[in-house]
């Protein structure tokens, strides 16, 4: 490996690991405010019970119903790590007013590593967040993933800005060059596998699809 590409995937690689890391703060936090909620609501359903307010005490309870069908962050895709990565990425994405919507079945083992995944998914969703953020109109993200036989298949779409132009056989980023190079090394582990990615980018909206053996 050539001196300049090794020192520009050590950058990468630390940068990731600081990403990481943010995304697991940025978790911890939420799971601290929804313990610190939780006390609060308990705390004002006994004061109520305790005052014969039954009624309000249901009330108060239905309320807190909605809104838990809303809260849950945890993505359950059926791969435990899978699961981590994405419920990691859904939070920053809704820290920047970005709706999701996934649908995501898949096996528990695979033959891409958790480190392959991660890079995978892990940098189309990165993408994906940077894209939505610089949406004129509305935000979101929306994912489907699923096995089709032994091949895990992906496709995402997004909001986006403008059309983006691909340079060097991939679409540019107003990030550092480092967030290209992630993206480049997505798309190598699938091609490495015998799968393969695509992207497209359209005025408003953005897409990505792959297709790889993941399964014997």
Do not use: C
């Not at 050590?10 to 600081?18: G, H, I, T």
């Amino acid at each position: 490996m050539r001196k300049k590409t090794f020192i520009k995937l050590a950058k990468y690689q630390a940068e990731q690991s600081r990403v990481h890391l943010e995304e697991v703060r940025s978790i911890h936090s939420e799971m601290r405010g929804y313990k610190h909620d939780f006390h609060h609501h308990l705390q004002t359903l006994k004061g109520q019970l305790e005052a014969g307010e039954t009624e309000r005490a249901l009330e108060y309870i239905d309320s807190l119903d909605g809104a838990l069908m809303n809260v849950d962050t945890l993505i359950k895709t059926g791969n435990v790590s899978l699961d981590a990565i994405m419920s990691a990425k859904i939070s920053q994405a809704k820290s920047e007013n970005i709706s999701i919507n996934i649908k995501a079945t898949v096996p528990e083992e695979l033959d891409i590593t958790d480190v392959e995944l991660s890079i995978i998914v892990g940098n189309l969703l990165e993408n994906a967040v940077e894209a939505a953020k610089n949406s004129l109109g509305e935000r979101f993200i929306r994912i489907y993933m699923a096995m089709k036989g032994n091949m895990l298949y992906f496709s995402m779409l997004n909001s986006s800005g403008k059309k983006q132009i691909k340079s060097s056989g991939i679409f540019s980023s107003k990030k550092d060059g480092l967030h290209g190079f992630g993206l480049r090394r997505a798309e190598s582990i699938i091609k490495d596998h015998g799968g393969w990615l695509k992207y497209n980018s359209e005025e408003g909206a953005f897409t990505s699809e792959f297709l790889v053996p993941a399964i014997k």
